[in-house]
């Protein structure tokens, strides 16, 4: 009798560990496709060198956190704007390679939170990106291969509302400087 009562309480236990999150609804699954697009769209903008095709998918309002040290200041559109057409001047053929150096896995994009320190939810509302970018140095042909990793928010409009990104900014003139040196 005492082993089924032990069983019984094992039982009730398991029974009341947290629920989980809900199955991932059709629009969730719609809107997380539809943001994977329009990330493509921005990627597209970078290969085609296209200001228009990128920034179609920026809001107006966007708040941007660079790769590059800049004391934690958020910037805005006319300064993504700007930066993007600075790789235009100095970059030919930049491309980005989705899910390219993460280790353990062929997928670029993520969202939602099974496990995470604060809520779990399936919504994907923020939307992680791993992947490559590759390009050539415009002015001395050198190869730049950088491991990057984003985090970007899209608005109603699924348009990129923040963007967090990463990536080693310094490696870039490291990796033009030893073309420059070896060749």
Known sequence: MKNIFILFVLTLIIACEAPAPSSVSDDNVAKFE?????FETFT??????D?????????DSVQWSPPQYNGGELLGYEDFKEAVLYY??????I???PAEGLIGSDYAYWSGSLYSEGETNTEPNVMRVYGTWKSTHTQTGAPVYNKWYGVINFNEDNKIATFSDWMDVNGMAV????????N
Not at 34 to 38: D, F, R, T, V
Not at 51 to 59: G, K, N, T, Y
């Open 34 to 38: 539809q943001q994977i697009e329009a």
């Open 44 to 49: 597209k903008g970078f290969y085609n060198e």
């Open 51 to 59: 200001i228009d095709e990128l920034m179609s998918v920026v809001a």
């Open 88 to 93: 235009y001047e100095n970059f030919d053929e």
């Open 95 to 97: 491309t980005f390679n």
């Open 175 to 182: 990796q033009i400087e030893n073309f420059v040196n070896n």
